[in-house]
């Protein structure tokens, strides 16, 4: 059975930082291309970051508005991976999503979401 | 970065009848690899999204043959035949041939 659960989401002040976790089984780590998404209170759904596979020299991406703040990165022994938020804003405010996917995009399994507020 | 713009935003629907979804792209999705990365994804209320489509028509496991997908280049359809209770939600499209991602801004599909 599959399985992807994020977790370290929470209630934060402005400028403070937080990492979420997400761990999965189930499927094929090591050569899975791994994702973080949020949505926002009003349901629109964006891309945070991605994270590639060893064979891919484990390459990263982020999507403009994190960039500089947010760090992803991964843990192939413990199948799972990471998002570090720093300097949080109120427009960070989500729910945080994890994505597995496979090879030539052959699977892809999505978490339950971790809610991260930022508010003073 | 790449625009989805997803048609209709709502859809009212009794069980059984046939629907379709629109996503239409401000560029073309056609990768360097010559693969189309136009993903469907349903969240069911209360739910997660869950992908139901990739590559434009490829099911994943598990999803009724009641689902196809169709379309090239910026112009996608989502086909739902014999609509059930289960595929209440709302349904999104993704590309992934540019980065950033991008999503649709859904289409929620209620019961009549």
């Known amino acids: 059975e599959v399985q992807v659960l994020e977790s370290g989401g929470g209630l934060v002040q402005p400028g403070n930082s937080l990492k979420l976790s997400c761990a999965t089984s189930g499927f094929t780590f090591s050569t899975a291309w791994m994702y973080w998404y949020r949505q926002f209170p009003e349901k629109r759904l964006e891309w945070v970051a991605r994270i590639k596979a060893k064979s891919n020299n484990y390459a990263t991406d982020y999507t403009e508005s994190v960039k500089g703040r947010f760090t992803i990165s991964r843990d192939d022994s413990k199948s799972s991976i990471y998002l570090q938020m720093n300097n949080l804003k109120e427009e960070d405010t989500a729910i945080y999503y994890c994505?597995?996917?496979?090879?030539?995009?052959?699977?892809?399994?999505w978490g339950q979401g971790t809610l991260v507020t930022v508010s003073s | 970065d790449v625009v989805m713009t997803q048609t209709p935003p709502s859809l009212s629907v009794a069980i059984g009848q046939s629907v379709s979804i629109s996503c239409k792209s401000s560029?073309?999705?056609?990768?360097?690899?010559?693969?189309?990365?136009l993903n469907w994804l349903l969240q069911s209320p209360g739910r997660s999204p869950k992908r139901l489509i990739y590559?434009?028509?490829k099911l994943d496991s598990g999803v009724p043959d009641r689902f196809s997908g169709s379309g090239s280049e910026k112009d996608f359809t989502l086909k739902i035949s014999r609509v059930e209770a289960e595929d209440l939600g709302v349904y999104y499209c993704?590309?992934?041939?540019?980065?950033?991602?991008?999503f649709g801004g859904g289409t929620k599909l209620e019961l009549k």
């Open positions: 993704l590309q992934g041939t540019h980065l950033p991602r991008t």
């Open positions: 560029q073309s999705l056609v990768a360097s690899d010559k693969n189309t990365y």
């Open positions: 590559q434009v028509s």
């Open positions: 994505e597995g996917v496979g090879i030539r995009g052959w699977f892809a399994y």
